[in-house]
């Protein structure tokens, strides 16, 4: 949890906001996923590593193939983990959130997952079907390991239900700006995602990051102000795929300054 309060901070004292990257471990491989995190990390102030499963239901087409390429590759929970020691060979500061569904994290065992995940170096946890009235107790359990949970709003999500997000999340609240799958979007609604983040941190006084549908340089420019942080996937997994690293360098490049001030 300490290292995501830190890059909040120091990047606020720039003037920067952080950009989050998601990409799936052990997708094409697990050996190239290091690679590519270590390409990913040269940008991004944070990553998500996606634990790939079998059924990702709240995850697009793009998504959902890097985790069935992941699957083929062998990957799974404990290569995940190995994957986290491997990043963290080579970096140290920047915050590592694991993004995943419940099913493994039941299956491996929730209080010997987080211990492993501590011990790895992750910093915080996403789990996208594990809704905050039900995630009490994993989200007590990380937070004694000095880590985050991380819960999701929505445009959906009721004051009622934001308060009890902020009273479960850990460092930040993740909103999904659209309702439905990842995946790129052409354009977002700005204002309303706006005025919905400025509801959230008003309703629980935590940082929001936006993600859902972020692909290009100016979705992030178009609502630089609210936000605290900003989450693009699809865009990154969907460069992974091409295996254009070239492209992908490019993209990471424009994402990351428009994260800085004008």
């Given at each position: 949890?300490?290292?995501?309060k830190n890059?909040?901070?120091k990047l606020l004292?720039k003037?920067?906001?952080p950009l989050?990257?998601y990409a799936t471990?052990?997708?094409?491989?697990?050996s190239?996923?290091?690679?590519?995190?270590?390409?990913i990390?040269?940008?991004a102030d944070?990553v998500?590593i996606?634990?790939p499963?079998?059924d990702?239901l709240?995850?697009?087409?793009?998504i959902?193939?890097?985790?069935?390429?992941?699957?083929s590759?062998?990957?799974?929970?404990q290569?995940?983990?190995e994957l986290?020691?491997k990043?963290?060979?080579?970096?140290?500061?920047?915050p590592?959130?694991l993004?995943?569904?419940?099913?493994?994290?039941?299956v491996?065992?929730e209080?010997?997952?987080?211990?492993?995940a501590?011990n790895?170096?992750?910093?915080?946890?996403?789990v996208?079907d594990?809704?905050?009235?039900?995630?009490?107790?994993?989200?007590r359990?990380?937070?004694?390991m000095?880590?985050?949970?991380?819960?999701?709003?929505?445009p959906?999500?009721?004051?009622?239900?934001?308060?009890?997000?902020g009273?479960?999340?850990?460092?930040?609240?993740?909103?999904?700006?659209?309702?439905?799958i990842?995946?790129e979007?052409?354009e977002?609604?700005?204002k309303?995602?706006?005025?919905?983040?400025e509801?959230?941190?008003r309703?629980?006084?935590?940082?929001?990051?936006?993600?859902?549908g972020?692909?290009?340089?100016k979705?992030?420019?178009e609502?630089?102000?609210?936000?605290?942080g900003?989450?693009?996937?699809?865009?990154?997994?969907?460069r992974?795929?091409k295996?254009?690293?070239?492209?992908l360098?490019?993209?990471?490049?424009?994402?990351?300054?428009?994260?800085?001030?004008?």
């Open positions: 949890m300490e290292r995501i890059c909040f901070e004292l003037g920067e906001k989050i990257v471990a052990c997708d094409p491989s697990c190239e996923s290091v690679e590519i995190f270590k390409l990390l040269k940008y944070m998500e996606g634990m499963f079998s990702p709240a995850d697009g087409p793009t959902q193939k890097a985790h069935e390429r992941a699957l590759s062998g990957a799974n929970t290569k995940v983990f986290v020691k990043i963290r060979e080579f970096e140290s500061e920047k590592i959130i993004m995943g569904y419940y099913n493994p994290i039941f491996y065992g209080d010997k997952f987080i211990r492993d501590f790895a170096g992750v910093d915080g946890f996403i996208p594990l809704p905050p009235e039900e995630g009490e107790d994993f989200a359990k990380v937070k004694s000095k880590l985050s949970p991380i819960f999701l709003a929505a959906t999500s009721t004051d009622e239900r934001v308060r009890k997000i009273e479960v999340t850990g460092e930040f609240i993740y909103y999904v700006s659209v309702t439905g990842t995946g979007r052409e977002l609604a700005y309303e995602i706006g005025k919905d983040i509801r959230i941190k309703i629980t006084g935590k940082k929001t990051v936006v993600g859902f972020i692909s290009r340089g979705h992030i420019r609502m630089y102000n609210t936000p605290d900003f989450v693009v996937g699809s865009a990154v997994v969907k992974i795929e295996g254009n690293f070239e492209e360098e490019s993209l990471l490049r424009e994402l990351k300054e428009a994260t800085k001030p004008c």
